[in-house]
């Protein structure tokens, strides 16, 4: 069996993650415009931390029997 990851597989794992970074520094910004929404920025970064870590996890553990 072949343990290696082609090329399809790699965009399909990495995509998802890589749009999902892009989207989290928008909403950063857009809340780093208002005052009132500055001390939300630091809790943003903490969850969209925790679930970038939690999707590598599922990618890589169950990413086999998907692909």
Do not use: H
Not at 1 to 17: D, F, G, K, R, V
């Amino acid at each position: 069996m072949n343990s290696s990851y082609s090329l399809t597989s790699w965009i399909l794992i990495l995509a998802p993650l890589t749009i999902f970074l892009i989207i989290t520094i928008w909403v950063i910004n857009i809340l780093n415009i208002s005052p009132q929404w500055k001390p939300a920025v630091p809790i943003v970064i903490g969850f969209a931390t925790l679930f970038l870590l939690i999707g590598v996890f599922i990618r890589t553990k169950f990413g086999k029997f998907a692909l």
